[in-house]
C-alpha cells in the first residue's frame, strides 16, 4: 500500500484558485491586512496601468476623440493585501489600519500603521425621525 496523495502533499499542491496562503511559510492565511507599496512596487503597478492605457489607445479609433484616462494611481491610492497564517499573523486591532510599505509583518509588524479614517456618517432616510423628545 502506498501512502495516500494527501498525506504527503505540500501545501502548494494543495492551492486552488481560492486558496491564499500566508507570505512567510505558505499555509492558509487566517488574516489579511493593507500596507502601502514599496517604491518599486508603485513603478511596476504605474507601468502596467500604462501598458494597459498605451494598448488602449493604439485599439481606439482613430475617427473618435481619443480616450482620456485619469492621472497614473500615486502611492497614496495603492494598497497592496498581506496574508498571513495564525501562527505569523498580527493583533486584529492592527490588521484593522494600513501599514507602511516598510512593515515586516509577517511575522512581526515593525511599522507605524495609519490611523483609521473615521467612520462614514450615515445619512437617515428623510422619513425617519427620533422617537421620544415630546411634542
Ligand atoms: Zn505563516
Ligand atoms: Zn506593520
Known amino acids: 500500500m502506498s501512502p495516500s496523495p494527501i498525506d504527503i502533499a505540500p501545501a502548494a499542491l494543495l492551492a486552488g484558485p481560492g486558496f491564499i496562503a500566508c507570505a512567510l ?3 492558509p492565511a487566517a488574516r489579511q491586512w493593507q500596507r502601502r507599496l514599496t517604491d518599486a512596487e508603485l513603478a511596476d503597478h504605474q507601468a502596467i496601468e500604462q501598458g494597459q492605457r498605451d494598448e488602449h489607445l493604439l485599439l481606439a ?6 480616450p482620456a484616462f485619469p492621472p497614473l494611481p500615486a502611492a497614496d491610492d495603492c494598497l497592496r ?3 498571513a497564517c495564525a501562527e505569523h499573523t498580527i493583533d486584529e486591532s492592527v490588521a484593522a489600519q494600513v501599514h507602511q ?3 515586516s509583518a509577517p511575522p512581526a509588524c515593525d511599522c507605524t500603521p495609519e ?9 437617515m432616510p428623510a422619513g ?3 422617537t421620544g423628545g415630546g411634542g
Not at 479609433?61 to 481619443?66: I, K, M
Open 128 to 130: 425617519w425621525a427620533a
Open 81 to 83: 493585501p498581506v496574508h
Open 101 to 103: 510599505a516598510s512593515c
Open 115 to 123: 490611523p483609521l479614517p473615521a467612520p462614514e456618517l450615515i445619512e
Open 61 to 66: 479609433d482613430a475617427q473618435q476623440p481619443p
Open 25 to 27: 511559510c505558505g499555509r
